[in-house]
Structures are given as C-alpha cells and as structure tokens.
C-alpha cells in the first residue's frame, strides 16, 4: 500500500511519508485529503463562525519583522482601547447575531496583568452571553515576564476572571531556526507548546496554527505539524482537552520589513500544504480554509483539499490586513453561505468548539441586498 492508501485506510504517518507528499503530484495528496476529511467530518456540511476581531492594543515591544500593525508607545498612532470602546466593538458584534470575540494585541508593558483581569470581568459582567477567547502565548509570555507568575497561575486568574480560550496566533513555524530568522524575539517554539499546554490542563479553548511563506522548507513545515500532533496527543490523552481546530494562511510580507527577505507562498503551497496537514492531524478533525489570505475563491477550492470549515466572519481585522495591505477585513453572513453553497455544501453556524448551533435559511440570506464581494480599501 502506497502512503497515500494508507493515510486514507487510517495509518498514521511517519515524517518520511509526510516527506513524500512534496513530491507527490498535487492532485492525488488532494484526493487523499478530502477522502480523510469526508471519513472524518460531516461529508454534506461545511461549518463558519461569527464572531469578531478586536485589537485591544497595538503597542508592542517584540518587533516582529513580520508584523505591520504593532507602534511603540511613543508613535503617533499607538493605542490601547478603553474598556467602553471594547465594549461597543462587542455590542456591534451581538447587533448581527454573534456571540464571541477573538482579542489578541501587543506585547505592551504598560498593561500590569490587573488590567487584563478587569478587562474581563468587565467584559462578562456586560455581556455574560458572549465567549472571551483572547491573549494569544506571546501575549501570556509577556505577562510572565512582567509578573513572575507562571502561565498556570495567569490562566487561572483569567479563567476566573471570565477567560473562555486562548487563540491560536504566534506560532507560525515552530522551529526556532526559521523563527530566529524572522523575529528574533518571537515567542520560542517550546513556549508556545508549554503555554498552550497549560491553557488546555484548565480545560480553556485553544486553536492550533500555522503560517507558511517564511522561506522554510517541506522539513521545517512537517516538523511542525508533527509538534501540534504530539501536543495533541498529550493534551487529548492528559488533559481530556485537546486544539479544537487547525487554522493554516500564508505570510503576508507587502508593508513588512520582510518584504524582498521572504518569499511568502503561492495558492499552489497552500493547498498542498492544506493537504499534507489534514493527512499529517489524523487526531484534529477540524480545519479551515482561509479567505482572508488566500480569497474567496481559493477557499472554495480548499473545501477539496482538506478544509471543512470556511473560518469566521472576523467582522474586523487589523494584523493580517496590514501586513497584506489590503482590506479585507471582514466577511458577511451572506458572503460565506454564497461561496460555501457555490462549492457544493451545506452551511452550518458553529460554535468555536465546532458544534453546530443552527442550519441557517439559505434562500433567505441569499436574497438579502448587500453586495457579494468584500469592500476593499
């Protein structure tokens, strides 16, 4: 049986098979990828998410070489939002039906770990209906340095606070030499692990990720998916909590200094690489495409690379965007049951957990007027 059978027939891979899948013409991995994802998910259904993004701060101190969107607090238009403009950003999220922020921002040492405690509680005193999952590792990291607390003992008191999950952001690649390369100061590979470890032991939502286009090889990007398989195995079999989903997009270099450094990465290197990981996660039955990297379009094409979920609606998006240079910063509602029923699938509202809250009425948001492409700046 070659690797492709065997990956289909439920064979876990090693890293010389994963390996092989590079050489592999694109659209056999594909087969093999949507074979995996019709045995291991709803065959009929493609899943999205309304939710928002909201950047509570952009002041930052590690300097991503990658990142257009961080300021240091002496720049003009550094920022931290107040809890009240949080709260309208929530507010406006609610008016069109959904019920959970996605809050990541900087690294900024101004903001003692209270602020953060207070935040939350505020925030769950106003809207106890909606989920809080926010604070990527980089952002706990920077806590720890700051307190001299352990991550444990952060993700406590934030889950006590009203925390529900961390988001999946900061690890990239998880190999430290291509991280060294692109953002000396980044988080480290062990401590991205290590954190999202600890968030799991307290039963927190946790997303994993990964962003290709730094210049790494197949050997680097299957080194890192086999360290996602391996914490989820630990978290699966330890904590009874594992990453409920896989989130893969491009790096976006267009106002970075890594503009002419990294050479990003094609539809093409996506799809594969969409593909190698669903083969590669035989323990994480979930993941997306990603429209706000790759288009609408290329999306719709992952739907049969792997994918079974078309992510969320963001309604607003400050980091991706910037670094692309463009303005696709949200989708609407109508916008992703278009292009989830232009593929063939049935929609589905989810939940961050990927349950499944509701079937929505798709004749009725299609004949909605509003306009089918995304606004671009």
Same mark, same amino acid.
């Not at 690294?107 to 604070?135: Q, S, T």
């Not at 990981?277 to 990603?290: F, I």
């Not at 979920?309 to 998006?317: K, Q, R």
């Given at each position: 049986?070659?690797?492709?059978?065997?990956?289909?027939?439920?064979?876990?891979?090693?890293?010389?098979?994963?390996?092989?899948?590079?050489?592999?013409?694109?659209? &056999? *991995?594909?087969?093999?990828?949507?074979?995996?994802?019709?045995?291991?998910?709803?065959? /009929?259904?493609?899943?999205?998410?309304?939710?928002?993004?909201?950047?509570?701060?952009?002041?930052?101190?590690?300097?991503?070489?990658?990142?257009?969107?961080?300021?240091?607090?002496?720049?003009?238009?550094?920022?931290?939002? @107040?809890?009240?403009?949080?709260?309208?950003?929530?507010?406006?999220?609610?008016?069109?039906?959904?019920?959970?922020?996605?809050?990541?921002?900087?690294?900024? $040492?101004?903001?003692?770990?209270?602020?953060?405690?207070?935040?939350? /509680?505020?925030?769950?005193?106003?809207? $106890?209906?909606?989920?809080?999952?926010?604070?990527?590792?980089?952002?706990?990291?920077?806590?720890?340095?700051?307190?001299?607390?352990?991550?444990?003992?952060?993700?406590?008191?934030?889950?006590?606070?009203?925390?529900?999950?961390?988001?999946?952001?900061?690890?990239?690649?998880? *190999?430290?030499?291509? /991280?060294?390369?692109?953002?000396?100061?980044?988080?480290? @590979?062990?401590?991205?692990?290590?954190?999202?470890?600890?968030?799991?032991?307290?039963?927190?939502?946790?997303?994993?990720?990964?962003?290709?286009?730094?210049? &790494?090889?197949?050997?680097?990007? *299957?080194?890192?998916?086999?360290?996602?398989?391996?914490?989820?195995?630990?978290?699966?079999?330890?904590?009874?909590?594992?990453? @409920?989903?896989?989130?893969?997009?491009?790096?976006?270099?267009?106002?970075?200094?890594?503009?002419?450094?990294?050479?990003?990465?094609?539809?093409?290197?996506?799809?594969?690489?969409?593909?190698?990981?669903?083969?590669?996660?035989?323990?994480?039955?979930?993941?997306?495409?990603?429209?706000?990297?790759?288009?609408?379009? *290329?999306?719709?094409?992952?739907?049969?690379?792997?994918?079974?979920?078309?992510?969320?609606?963001?309604?607003?998006?400050?980091?991706?965007?910037?670094?692309?240079?463009?303005? /696709?910063?949200?989708?609407?509602?109508?916008?992703?049951?278009?292009?989830?029923?232009?593929?063939?699938?049935? $929609?589905?509202?989810?939940?961050?957990?990927?349950?499944?809250?509701?079937?929505?009425?798709?004749?009725?948001?299609?004949?909605?007027?509003?306009?089918? &492409?995304?606004?671009?700046?």
């Amino acid at each position: 049986m070659d690797v492709l059978e065997r990956a289909v027939s439920g064979e876990r891979l090693s890293e010389a098979d994963l390996l092989a899948l590079y050489d592999l013409p694109l659209p &056999e *991995v594909a087969a093999a990828a949507h074979a995996v994802r019709l045995q291991k998910t709803d065959p /009929r259904v493609v899943t999205y998410l309304i939710d928002r993004n909201i950047n509570y701060t952009n002041v930052c101190t590690v300097a991503c070489g990658f990142c257009a969107f961080y300021r240091t607090k002496r720049q003009k238009d550094a920022y931290t939002l @107040s809890f009240e403009e949080i709260g309208r950003k929530v507010e406006e999220l609610m008016a069109v039906g959904g019920r959970r922020i996605l809050m990541q921002g900087g690294v900024n $040492p101004d903001l003692p770990l209270d602020w953060y405690l207070e935040l939350l /509680r505020y925030l769950k005193a106003h809207y $106890p209906e909606v989920r809080v999952d926010a604070f990527s590792p980089e952002e706990i990291l920077g806590l720890e340095r700051l307190t001299g607390l352990k991550a444990e003992a952060i993700l406590e008191k934030m889950k006590e606070a009203g925390l529900d999950g961390l988001p999946g952001a900061g690890a990239e690649i998880l *190999v430290d030499e291509v /991280r060294l390369k692109a953002a000396p100061a980044r988080i480290r @590979s062990a401590d991205w692990v290590r954190i999202m470890d600890a968030a799991q032991a307290l039963g927190l939502y946790t997303l994993a990720s990964m962003v290709i286009g730094f210049g &790494e090889g197949p050997k680097e990007r *299957v080194a890192h998916l086999l360290r996602i398989r391996e914490q989820q195995d630990r978290a699966l079999s330890v904590h009874k909590n594992g990453f @409920s989903g896989f989130a893969l997009w491009t790096l976006q270099v267009e106002n970075t200094r890594l503009k002419g450094k990294a050479p990003g990465a094609t539809a093409h290197e996506y799809l594969r690489q969409l593909s190698v990981a669903r083969l590669a996660l035989d323990n994480l039955p979930n993941h997306q495409a990603s429209w706000p990297t790759m288009g609408f379009k *290329v999306a719709q094409a992952a739907l049969y690379y792997g994918a079974n979920d078309f992510g969320s609606t963001m309604l607003e998006e400050n980091v991706v965007s910037a670094a692309a240079g463009h303005g /696709r910063t949200h989708a609407t509602v109508r916008q992703i049951v278009r292009h989830i029923v232009d593929a063939g699938f049935t $929609p589905a509202e989810r939940d961050p957990l990927y349950r499944i809250l509701r079937y929505p009425d798709v004749e009725a948001i299609l004949s909605e007027k509003e306009p089918l &492409e995304l606004p671009l700046a």
